[in-house]
């Protein structure tokens, strides 16, 4: 003899649906029945990472410093080449003036009369001033008296601007030198008197 529907259901219980557990006040674990990290656990891995962040940040300052170094002497040599580019194609001397201040601040100036430079008054094609870019990058020989040509260097700058002839020619050889203001880098960027112009990185006691 069949039971009704009515008989076939699960009798409900006064919580709601039949065999469900009466709740507690307790908490359950997580879906693998893992608790949370201890004490212990946590001031072991936040001691691991202090000391990694100890170890890994002075190293990154350190990259940092040497590539925003390499990148001024790199900027430097390019507006030289501008320069000198520039002369050729207008006929006209162009040259290179630092202007001084903190860090590597230069402009690129077209010569109105090129037989008297005039750097107060020529017209300013180029004007660069990364020392507020690169606060730690300056013009500093930083113990080095010699180029990367072997020419020896008592500044860090020329004593007056570089100029390039309508050839494209430099008036006189000259050498720059650029690094970081703790002096563990060191850039030079030396061009002789017949044009030829050199970036090295000092390594060492030498040049590379």
């Not at 409900?12 to 649906?17: F, L, R, Y």
């Not at 003036?97 to 180029?126: C, E, L």
């Amino acid at each position: 003899m069949e039971r009704g529907d009515d008989e076939r259901r699960s009798p409900e219980t006064a919580d709601g649906i039949a065999g469900a557990r009466p709740t507690t006040g307790r908490l359950r674990a997580g879906p693998l029945g893992q608790a949370g990290w201890t004490l212990m656990e946590t001031m072991v891995v936040t001691s691991i990472v202090a000391i990694l962040s100890a170890i890994a940040i002075p190293q990154f300052n350190a990259l940092s410093l040497q590539l925003q170094t390499g990148a001024a002497a790199t900027e430097l040599l390019q507006d030289l080449d501008y320069a000198r580019t520039m002369s050729q194609r207008t006929g006209t001397a162009h040259y290179i003036t630092v202007t001084g201040g903190a860090g590597v601040n230069y402009k690129v100036q077209r010569a109105v009369n090129p037989g008297a430079i005039a750097p107060g008054s020529d017209p300013t094609v180029r004007t660069v001033t990364l020392g507020t870019k690169m606060p730690h990058v300056v013009f500093a020989q930083n113990g080095v008296a010699v180029d990367c040509f072997g020419g020896s260097a008592g500044t860090a700058t020329p004593s007056t601007q570089l100029v390039f002839n309508s050839r494209g020619l430099p008036a006189a050889a000259a050498s720059y030198f650029v690094g970081s203001d703790d002096g563990k880098n060191t850039y030079v960027l030396s061009v002789t008197g017949a044009g030829r112009a050199r970036l090295c990185r000092r390594v060492g006691a030498g040049w590379r």
